[in-house]
Nanobody, 117 residues
Framework: QVQLVESGGGLVQAGGSLTLSCAAS????????MSWYRQAPGKQRDLVAS???????NYADSVKGRFTISRDNAKNTAYLQMNSLKPEDTAVYYC???????????WGQGTQVTVSG
């Protein structure tokens, strides 16, 4: 079994920064795509950023230029560096990993990010 453990959420003032981490644990696994999603109260879960195994990245328009996704393949860990945070970035952030070859995906437990205005 594979578990994703997230860390790094919290409360920050507008304009501040946070870095989220998501690490896979359990059985040995190779990860293809790593992604971050977020879900605000009463809203759907939306893609924030994704990164392929080769390092190609994709961002939601709302976070371009402020957020940076990265990964460490040796550690099966994804990161989301969030700068210039805005109150509208407040949400629960979830990581999602897609297993290489198999295509099965896994979700983290979610971490709360709250940006005060």
């Amino acid at each position: 079994q594979v578990q994703l453990v997230e860390s790094g959420g919290g409360l920050v003032q507008a304009g501040g920064s946070l870095t989220l981490s998501c690490a896979a644990s359990g059985r040995a696994v190779s990860i293809n795509a790593m992604s971050w999603y977020r879900q605000a109260p009463g809203k759907q879960r939306d893609l924030v950023a994704s990164i392929t195994r080769g390092g190609y990245t994709n961002y939601a328009d709302s976070v371009k230029g402020r957020f940076t996704i990265s990964r460490d393949n040796a550690k099966n860990t994804a990161y989301l560096q969030m700068n210039s945070l805005k109150p509208e970035d407040t949400a629960v952030y979830y990581c999602n990993f897609v297993e290489l070859w198999v295509g099965k995906d896994y979700w983290g437990q979610g971490t709360q990010v709250t940006v005060s205005g």
